[in-house]
């Protein structure tokens, strides 16, 4: 028989301070999550202080940005209701506590979490009187203020009199970098969050947000794109008695974004009453389905939040919990969101998953005809990118030709010898020498009088002699040559400071410009990058239009919040000719949008058209192909005749039709292995052409040994030389690239 002891009673649990802070860096990764629990606790201040779901409130972020020597200091301004001391202590001194009636205080962590970042100032003004709580990253809480008569300075650092609340987060000097971003990082990247996207949105927002830094206030306002509503209505959940409401839209191209899942565009944002809980696309096949990323949409449900308070009160007293409500809808972080496994989360989700899988497999079926071609095109469009990389080195000006003939043993020699430079432009130019010459270092050096240095640019002054591509007894250097004003000047080039060769350079301006229009735009359409700058010029006639008593235009756009400008465009007069230059920067901010964006002196005006996109255009390369019944005799392929750039392979050649199983699309064969060794071949045989006639034309100095040759064959026999050495290197290149030794095997087999 076991022995009766007395009970000794110890009281609650409570949290040890290493398992706090372990939590607290799980639910702050970055400076993005502390601003949320700020944000989201005013944007509640307000509710509270209103009684309105959809009170409009402001809210002030100030960021002093430091770095490896001093401290970040943020700051979050509001007007709202405030906390006296005995509220501040109660929220800030205990951890997972519920500690308001709104839908985002579950887990009554947010501020707590906040120490993850520095130290974290609680300053607040209920009823005219001021509190203050200090909690430093140590977990320590000191008080400042206990419910006081607020002192001018102290009002002044609140800006409010009667009711209002700032959190000052002190971040030490060399802090991680995800605590201490670029101003412009949070402007772009924090409207993004989609706990925030009702909160900030253009239309029905619940908070003025404004940042300040360096000065500068700048708004934050969350910009939906501008998709293709696809599916609207309400879904019944019979289980639980309750139903969802649930929009689906479609953008027009596939969205590629670096951002982590909870600043993405696409995905279904989960809302509840006014809390947005999660955005993803609720099933993992799903997030791993390429054509998901255009789909983007918004699942409410209210029942969401009565889960949430029918566990918590039942829990409170210890009351056996509903079995369809047995844990805690949430996951213990904001991070992760509603628990998938929860018994109302998998209805909730269920029909909107089919919905998106519906719609997915529709875009595969529309597909699936054009399939064949597109991984055509995407191979083929990938060689000629190659290819033309290995045409970068070639310095191409219309002027080159003139300086034919060998190079001599001792000569150094500029090509072109003269350059006609455009103010603005940038044009190359190199010079040539051999080995021998370069026996005290490889630097050559342009030499600009300092009297005309107001005239022309040099990207960089010294330069590094290398080896030509196809003569390794010739070096060259080339220079990057930016007019600035109108000249005809003379550089020279030194070695070892002695001056080798000269040149001059002709800086010239268009006069007139001739215009269809008093005042135009330079294109009548643009792409701008959402949450990203462009520079759009305009032109307008001078004296006519512009002059130097009116040196601005109106900017109008009858489209709202789809592009940031301002209102006018200051011009500047081009001396010496018929026109002035405006240069009009524009944001973009709703993705996908087209705005039409006008200029005008109320009188006479121009427009264009902005698009705003999700990346920037590639460089495009100047290359293009077709796969074609083109008839080009006894060629597989031949350059156009008209257009150089233009590739054309012919379809109806027997060994074309031969490997791609028919001279029409879509071709059978076009993605076997054998195809793409025939389209190897014919590509490097085409580049090679194309490099020895643009080196033949541009810089004829690396073949000028031609000349020492008298005999035809000879002659053939040199240029043939030069030929093959082209082509190699375009082989070996699309060889490495896009023929797989298992492939050979297989065909070998």
């Excluded at 469009?381 to 033309?388: I, L, R, V």
């Excluded at 003139?402 to 455009?422: H, T, V, Y």
């Excluded at 462009?534 to 001078?542: D, L």
Aim: charged residues 30%.
């Amino acid at each position: 028989m076991s022995k009766k002891r007395n009970k000794i009673k110890l009281g609650k649990i409570t949290a040890d301070a290493m398992a706090i802070k372990h939590q607290r860096d799980l639910a702050m990764p970055t400076i993005f999550e502390a601003l949320l629990e700020i944000l989201t606790n005013s944007d509640d201040a307000y509710e509270s202080l209103n009684n309105s779901l959809n009170y409009l409130g402001d809210v002030r972020i100030e960021y002093d940005r430091g770095g490896k020597k001093n401290p970040t200091i943020l700051r979050v301004k509001d007007k709202a209701i405030g906390m006296d001391f005995n509220q501040m202590k109660d929220k800030l001194m205990t951890y997972h506590k519920k500690t308001s009636t709104t839908s985002r205080s579950f887990f009554g962590r947010g501020l707590r979490d906040v120490t993850a970042l520095g130290d974290v100032k609680v300053s607040s003004i209920k009823d005219g009187l001021f509190s203050e709580v200090v909690m430093s990253q140590d977990l320590n809480v000191i008080a400042n203020a206990n419910n006081e008569k607020p002192t001018k300075d102290e009002t002044r650092y609140l800006g409010a009199k009667k009711h209002g609340t700032t959190i000052e987060v002190t971040i030490p000097a060399g802090s991680k970098s995800q605590y201490n971003p670029l101003v412009e990082t949070i402007i772009n990247t924090l409207p993004r969050h989609y706990a925030l996207s009702r909160v900030l949105h253009s239309k029905n927002k619940t908070l003025n947000l404004n940042i300040i830094a360096d000065k500068t206030d700048t708004k934050l306002v969350y910009i939906e794109p501008d998709g293709e509503l696809v599916y609207e209505g309400k879904i019944e959940i019979p289980k639980y008695k309750t139903f969802s409401k649930f929009k689906l839209f479609k953008l027009k191209n596939l969205i590629e974004e670096n951002y982590p899942e909870a600043f993405r565009t696409t995905g279904i944002s989960v809302f509840g009453k006014k809390t947005c809980f999660q955005k993803n696309f609720l099933d993992k096949n799903i997030e791993r389905e390429p054509l998901a990323q255009r789909y983007y949409g918004y699942l409410e449900c209210e029942h969401i939040d009565h889960l949430m308070k029918e566990w918590h009160d039942n829990a409170t007293i210890n009351k056996k919990q509903n079995p369809l409500n047995e844990t805690f809808i949430l996951n213990p972080t904001r991070i992760e969101g509603i628990k998938k496994d929860h018994p109302f989360a998998i209805e909730l989700f269920k029909e909107p998953i089919k919905i998106l899988n519906k719609f997915i497999n529709e875009d595969k079926k529309s597909n699936s005809s054009s399939q064949k071609d597109e991984k055509l095109s995407k191979l083929v469009d990938e060689m000629m990118k190659d290819c033309a990389d290995l045409l970068d080195d070639i310095d191409r000006d219309e002027s080159a030709g003139e300086n034919q003939g060998s190079l001599g043993l001792q000569e150094w020699r500029a090509i072109p010898s003269g350059i006609r430079l455009k103010v603005g432009e940038e044009k190359k130019i190199s010079i040539y020498t051999f080995e021998n010459n370069l026996n005290k270092g490889k630097t050559l050096e342009l030499f600009i009088p300092e009297k005309h240095k107001q005239f022309l640019d040099v990207i960089s002054s010294k330069v590094e002699m290398i080896k030509t591509k196809n003569d390794p007894k010739k070096y060259v250097g080339v220079f990057t040559l930016i007019g600035k004003s109108e000249k005809i000047i003379e550089v020279s080039f030194r070695y070892d400071k002695q001056v080798k060769t000269q040149a001059k350079i002709d800086i010239y301006l268009d006069k007139n410009r001739e215009f269809k229009n008093d005042i135009e735009f330079e294109k009548k359409q643009y792409n701008v990058v959402r949450d990203k700058h462009r520079k759009i010029k305009i032109y307008a006639k001078y004296p006519e239009v512009i002059n130097e008593n009116n040196l601005e235009l109106k900017i109008i756009s009858s489209q709202v919040d789809q592009i940031k400008f301002k209102p006018t465009c200051k011009f500047n007069i081009v001396k010496n000719t018929n026109y002035a230059v405006g240069e009009l920067l524009v944001k973009g901010l709703k993705l996908e949008s087209e705005s039409k964006l006008e200029v005008t002196n109320d009188i006479i005006s121009d427009n264009c058209v902005v698009t705003v996109v999700d990346k920037e255009e590639e460089n495009k390369n100047p290359f293009t192909w077709d796969i074609d019944k083109y008839d080009l005799g006894p060629n597989r392929a031949a350059w156009d005749t008209t257009n150089s750039n233009l590739l054309k392979i012919s379809s109806k050649h027997e060994t074309i039709k031969k490997y791609l199983g028919s001279e029409n699309k879509p071709f059978p064969y076009s993605e076997s292995a054998l195809f793409r060794v025939l389209c190897v071949e014919i590509l490097a045989e085409k580049f090679a052409e194309k490099r020895v006639d643009l080196i033949a034309i541009n810089n004829p100095i690396e073949y000028s040994d031609v000349t020492n040759y008298k005999q035809p064959h000879e002659i053939l026999q040199q240029a043939n030389v030069y030929f093959e050495k082209a082509k190699v290197k375009f082989l070996e290149k699309l060889h490495k690239n896009f023929i797989k030794e298992e492939e050979i095997k297989k065909i070998n087999s």
